[in-house]
């Protein structure tokens, strides 16, 4: 009945064909194991782990001819004869001696004959548990011999000549034949060993596998690197456990994101001004800091109805409104012009009835009303009795008649008209001026937004508008045009703390329990949290790849 016999070629053959489904640094591994004698140097190990962690490394698999090239046959292997022993122990030269290539073949002979001699040459060229090989010269050589044989094997039906000595490595197919004497024989008795044969693929597993373990070993120091250059602020975090910096820095991960770490670690200018203004708020009594709140509240309101009151006086309505004002009071201005030329075209006098002329024909009223004829009302008066209060001269019919004329025009409609037009934009005018911010307002003004409140930008903003509006209510009070808009007073963002204010005073002065307090302290909480989570920002970077390279190793 004939028997299948799994021979050490089918079994290597089938080793290549298992190693193509392996990691590319395994399949590396093999070969190497089976193209280099002993054991794989550091260097050998460090390039393997190299392509362990980075899969696109370039490797070299094992393929079908490293098989062929380095590991025995897998035909039966015998030894035909030993030939020529030189310089070995008492042999002599040119003898021969053969084995029966099939059966038992019994060498005999006395002692000293050269069993022992030939025993030792074999040892040494195939495998014995033997590990104490010495083979000693001839003591009768006067000059010592350099030591070698010639060792004919058959693989199959072929032959082979194996040129041996001491110093040069067997063939691979010879240490498939053992070697067993006597020394062998107390080995096994008297000592503990290995198994005395392992077939070449088994042996080659064996080998991968120390090397696998080899390089777990690299790989979970390298771990332990990596783990050990956590900061001691990442290992222990300071951080609340429940808020969002707190939350996402204890469950730090190679799946944690950059885009969070960064969008948490970044606080607005307004987020910062929030929390240096908690801070202060919880670092001193509530009540204390809500009077205080309380205080710049108050004195926000005002800054902010001085600033509206500037901002209306120089709008576009406004230019149009005085525009139309002053174009009322030219208007009627010339209505009067002509009236008066008309009705006073033979004084001899000029800009009779213009507003020089107006204002001391009033100061003549006065004067009469009150001084010369306080039972009269001006201009009334007798001819040939009474005096002008002016030239201090009798009057006669025509001055009397020419003092009426004089009031009719006063006292008409194009000359009220006129009169109430320039009063009117006057006013207007002088109104205009109660808007005006001094200087030392605007510095008190931007002084108080800066550091009470924090809000540099917003004061720096609010000192370009106001010197912008102030620039534009000059040129307004002078009756010119701006070549262009004033900037707009930044009012939304002055609302808004306001509001805030309002919120942190009401805020400070509730409970300890109630949700205003509670939300308060929890603002306080996360702000704190995300500026300390800023200051280690580039460290739990570091980190979060540390945990993605570690997470990459612990996949090999």
């Excluded at 019994?106 to 002692?111: K, L, P, S, T």
């Excluded at 014995?128 to 350099?146: V, Y």
């Excluded at 708020?281 to 509530?286: E, G, L, T």
């Excluded at 370009?464 to 930044?490: F, N």
Aim: proline letters at 4%; charged letters at 30%; glycine letters at 4%.
């Amino acid at each position: 009945m004939e028997t299948n016999v799994y021979t050490e070629r089918q079994a290597l053959s089938d080793l290549v064909k298992w190693s193509l489904d392996r990691p590319s640094w395994q399949r590396d591994a093999l070969k190497r194991i089976v193209l280099q004698e002993g054991d794989l140097s550091s260097i050998d190990i460090e390039e393997l782990t190299k392509i362990c962690l980075d899969s696109s490394s370039s490797f070299d698999p094992l393929t079908s001819d490293d098989v062929k090239a380095g590991i025995v046959t897998g035909e039966p292997v015998s030894i035909v004869s030993v030939e020529n022993p030189i310089g070995i122990n008492a042999l002599a030269e040119k003898q021969r001696l053969e084995f029966s290539k099939t059966g038992l073949s019994i060498v005999y002979g006395d002692n000293g004959s050269g069993k022992s001699g030939y025993a030792r040459i074999l040892k040494h060229a195939c495998h014995t548990r033997d590990g104490k090989l010495d083979i000693r010269g001839d003591i009768q050589d006067i000059e010592p011999k350099a030591q070698s044989a010639n060792i004919i094997f058959s693989t199959g039906d072929k032959e082979t000549t194996l040129n041996w000595n001491p110093k040069k490595s067997s063939l691979p197919n010879l240490s498939s034949v053992s070697v067993f004497d006597s020394k062998s024989a107390n080995i096994h008795v008297d000592e503990t060993n290995p198994i005395a044969y392992t077939p070449e693929p088994m042996r080659i597993l064996g080998k991968l596998s120390d090397i696998c373990d080899t390089i777990k070993n690299n790989l979970d120091n390298q771990i332990a690197l990596l783990i050990k250059q956590t900061p001691e602020a990442i290992k222990t975090p300071s951080l609340n456990e429940k808020t969002k910096a707190g939350i996402f820095l204890y469950g730090l991960s190679d799946k944690s994101s950059l885009e969070t770490l960064k969008e948490l670690s970044t606080l607005s200018e307004e987020e910062k001004t929030r929390l240096y203004q908690l801070e202060i708020d919880f670092a001193q009594n509530p009540k204390i800091s809500a009077e205080k709140i309380e205080r710049q509240n108050k004195s926000l309101v005002l800054y902010k109805q001085q600033f509206q009151k500037l901002h209306n006086a120089i709008t576009e309505e406004s230019f149009n409104r005085r525009d139309s004002l002053r174009q009322e009071r030219d208007n009627k201005m010339k209505l009067a012009k002509l009236a008066s030329e008309k009705i006073f075209a033979a004084s001899p006098l000029p800009d009779v009835g213009k507003e020089v002329w107006q204002q001391l024909w009033e100061a003549a009223r006065q004067y009469s009303d009150q001084v010369a004829y306080p039972n009269k009302k001006f201009p009334e008066a007798n001819a040939d009795g009474d005096f002008c209060v002016l030239c201090q001269q009798e009057l006669d019919e025509e001055a009397v008649l020419r003092r009426l004329t004089f009031e009719e025009f006063i006292q008409g409609t194009t000359k009220s008209d006129e009169t109430t037009a320039i009063t009117a934009y006057k006013e207007n005018i002088i109104q205009s001026k109660t808007a005006d911010i001094s200087l030392s307002t605007i510095r008190d003004a931007i002084a108080f937004l800066e550091k009470d409140l924090g809000e540099s930008k917003l004061a720096k903003n609010v000192r370009v508008a106001l010197i912008t509006a102030k620039w534009h209510l000059r040129i307004y009070m002078r009756g010119l045009s701006p070549q262009a808009k004033a900037i707009e007073i930044p009012e939304s963002r002055l609302n808004e703390i306001n509001q805030s204010l309002s919120k942190r005073a009401s805020q400070l002065l509730a409970d300890d329990k109630t949700p205003e307090r509670i939300a308060l302290i929890r603002e306080l909480n996360e702000l704190k949290d995300r500026k300390h989570l800023s200051s280690i920002f580039e460290d739990v970077k570091k980190e979060i790849s540390r945990q993605q390279e570690i997470a990459k190793i612990k996949k090999k």
